[in-house]
């Protein structure tokens, strides 16, 4: 019976395909399928839902802020490293958890909060994505870069960043905090694309390897290892402007300086947002928080400010007050109706470094494709343009804020047709009143295997991450191959993932699904991956 009802499973994917793919009727029904909604308006364009009544609202919307203000809107993305979904009070946790985060909820109650944000597992490539529009086995970005690693081709020579488009349409680009993207001449930066950098070309646990004898004694307390990875290690918080060399703005020396470094960030990005108001200019700026990270160390004033106080939760209500505080920035500056908020973290929490770490009421964290792992929160606020108090299930790609960005700034056009970009327009769903996302699907990768696909509320996995221990997503995980049927979770009934319902209820989606794939993989003939030497044999 079993072995009936899988071969009837895959005559019937293998018969949609085909009538997908070649667009003749079976058995007399129309061809293609209804739930396919998409248009692809050019080749290295992902396909997007069109929805033009929203987009005509949104232009007009767009039209009267221009009018009002004489030039485009700024954007503002805040991007914490490792928050998970679950941290802020908005999506469950805040004081429930220990960590109030009343600015962050602030936003989503004044805005829109996005429950389907996804990330991709880890920093980098998520960073590579929100930079680029495009997914990080196309950058080759697809994982993060190592203490003293850089990769063998600069994925920059060929790569264009949001900021850099935007900077050629009059806007004043900068990057505050975490880069994690290259550390190499070339790679910076204000080497591909931002006007202006101050933070750290790495992440905080490279600077606290060297430093915190307590947690990594087999460097510390080993001196002839100790003095050649402080060799390798990137411990410096450095500056730079665009055409000009990078400046050394403090060595990280001791558990202190760590503890201060978020306070230099928003120091720097209140004076990048002053300035540009000052000017007249509108602006884009990245603040890449180093928190909440680990290895977390409490700000001075911050030890023990939260009910809970740990470290980790010190470190929310940190962030949470920085948010706070660049949005009075904005206030005060007269730039909080002329700029797009968006509020999100780049990978879900990372379980492997409990208790230094947050929490999502998924399965998996951190370094997985299980929905612990990518979706996190997403915040999109702007006053008086976003309404308030709205919440959406639409999905929501993080690649998605570099063409929503480029839309905003009237740079779309700039986009090279020469690169497949996998993010979409999104102003329409994050401005329109009642606006829908025009994004059908999300597709998840672990480097350059895709993993798994989430479509209206299902999540498809191809592959799957089994993890051996519990908080142990990255340490001791493997990837598996799933069977015949993919693994299927309808994520409204099962938003843990912990019981698949894949060939008896999802039958009528698997056609759907595997189409979606088919064109996904066929975009990777014409835009061939690049390889960065980030791959690991195995
Ligand atoms: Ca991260």
Redesign the pocket.
């Known amino acids: 019976m079993k072995f009936m009802l899988c071969s009837r499973l895959i005559a019937v994917l293998a018969l949609s395909l085909c009538c997908v793919a070649a667009g003749f009727a079976a058995d007399g029904k129309p061809a293609g399928n209804p739930f396919l909604q998409t248009v692809r308006v050019a080749p290295n364009l992902e396909p997007a839902i069109p929805h033009p009544e929203q987009d005509a609202e949104v232009r007009a919307k767009l039209e009267r802020i221009k009018a009002k203000t004489g030039r485009a809107p700024n954007i503002l993305i805040l991007l914490v490293?490792?928050m998970g979904y679950g941290d802020p009070g908005a999506f469950g946790g805040g004081a429930a958890i220990g960590a109030p985060t009343p600015n962050i909820d602030a936003l989503a109650s004044g805005g829109l909060k996005l429950t389907s944000t996804y990330a991709q597992p880890?920093?980098t490539p998520?960073r590579a994505a929100i930079n680029t529009g495009r997914l990080p086995t196309r950058s080759g970005l697809t994982r993060p870069i190592l203490t003293g690693e850089n990769p063998k081709v600069n994925p920059w020579a060929d790569e264009a960043t949001a900021a850099g488009l935007l900077s050629e349409a009059g806007y004043r680009t900068g990057m505050a905090g975490k880069w994690h993207l290259g550390e190499a001449i070339g790679t910076q930066p204000h080497q591909v694309g931002y006007d202006e950098y101050f933070g750290i070309l790495s992440v905080v646990s490279e600077m606290s390897q060297v430093i915190d004898g307590h947690l990594y004694p087999e460097i510390v307390n080993k001196a002839e290892r100790l003095a050649k990875v402080k060799q390798i290690a990137s411990t410096l918080v450095t500056r730079g402007l665009r055409g000009q060399p990078t400046e050394v703005v403090k060595k990280m020396a001791s558990i202190d300086d760590l503890s201060r470094m978020d306070q230099m960030f928003a120091d720097w990005s209140d004076g990048f947002i002053r300035r540009s108001a000052k000017d007249k200019k509108p602006f884009y700026l990245v603040h890449a928080f180093s928190k909440v990270?680990n290895d977390n160390y409490p700000a001075p004033g911050y030890a023990g400010k939260s009910p809970a106080g740990l470290p980790y939760k010190d470190a929310v209500v940190e962030v949470d007050d920085i948010v706070g505080r660049l949005i009075n920035t904005l206030k005060e500056t007269g730039q909080l109706e002329n700029t797009l908020v968006f509020f999100t973290?780049?990978?879900g929490a990372?379980e492997d470094t409990w208790p230094d770490t947050g929490f999502q009421p998924f399965r998996g964290g951190?370094g997985t494709t299980w929905e612990g792992g990518v979706r996190v929160p997403g915040i999109a606020y702007w006053p008086g343009t976003i309404k308030a108090g709205r919440t959406s299930d639409g999905l929501f790609d993080l690649t998605d804020l570099f063409n929503t960005s480029l839309a905003l700034g009237n740079a779309h056009e700039k986009i090279a047709p020469t690169r497949y970009i996998d993010g979409v327009n999104q102003t329409g769903f994050l401005l329109g009143d009642n606006g829908e996302s025009a994004r059908q699907a999300v597709f998840m990768y672990s480097e350059n295997n895709l993993m798994a696909m989430r479509w209206q509320e299902f999540k498809i996995h191809m592959r799957v991450f089994n993890t051996a221990e519990t908080r142990q997503n990255i340490d001791a995980s493997t990837i598996a191959v799933t069977g015949m049927s993919p693994w299927v979770f309808n994520l409204y009934a099962d938003p843990k993932e912990q019981r698949s319902s894949g060939h008896r209820y999802f039958e009528w989606g698997f056609p759907v699904v595997l189409s979606m794939m088919g064109a996904h993989a066929a975009t990777f003939a014409q835009f061939p991956r690049k390889d960065i030497g980030l791959s690991v044999a195995r």
Request: charged share 35%; hydrophobic share 0%.
């Open positions: 490293d490792d880890t920093c998520t990270h973290s780049d990978n990372n951190k």
